[in-house]
């Protein structure tokens, strides 16, 4: 995993975390062209028989009036079409996960300064905030070469690209904080 997919992560704008379970969705089967309930019912020959405990209603003829296989499959299938679809995690507005106040909770009775040093913000998240460490942050994030060569400038460019890649993700940032 990337470090900026762990810092997602732990953000709760991750992939497999703060989205919607997938609802609206069912496989349908086509009928079975062997099933008896696809089949039409002879009247010729029937024979009116007590109806057993818990069975569909007939008619007095015996033919089943309860909808069939494909009747319910297909009543089924129009629900479905027209349930609500889920949210998909790319289009969540970015009011929707408060990164800001999560980050102040986290801070709060602490002297870490997530909003200008990257070291800080990873910190704060639990993740790894050694030169390493954030040099190979910088590298996943395709930081350019004459960022790479000065550790000052690579912390600030750091810093600002993370947070602008949280708001793409979905993330509250202020917008002073992207600038």
């Known amino acids: 995993m990337s470090i900026f997919s762990t810092i997602l992560d732990k953000l709760g704008l991750g992939k497999n975390k703060g989205q919607p379970a997938v609802t609206g969705t069912t496989e349908v089967k086509p009928p079975d062209p062997t099933s008896t309930a696809s089949k039409p019912v002879s009247n010729a020959t029937s024979v009116p028989t007590a109806k057993p405990m818990g069975a569909a209603p007939t008619s007095e003829k015996g033919v089943s009036t309860a909808p069939s296989a494909v009747e319910r499959r297909q009543r089924d299938d129009v629900a479905v079409k027209d349930a609500p679809a889920p949210v998909p995690a790319a289009t969540r507005t970015m009011s929707q996960v408060d990164i800001t106040k999560m980050l102040e ?8 300064n997530w909003k200008q040093s990257i070291s800080d913000l990873l910190f704060l998240l639990d993740i790894d905030n050694s030169r390493e ?3 190979q942050l910088a ?13 000052a400038r690579m912390n600030t460019w750091l810093h600002k ?6 708001a793409e993700n979905g993330g509250n940032i202020p917008q002073d904080l992207l600038d």
């Open 105 to 112: 909770q986290k801070a709060k009775g602490t002297v870490l």
């Open 139 to 151: 590298k996943e994030l395709a930081a350019p070469a004459d960022v790479m060569s000065d550790s």
């Open 161 to 166: 690209t993370v947070l602008r890649k949280i």
């Open 133 to 135: 460490a954030r040099t």
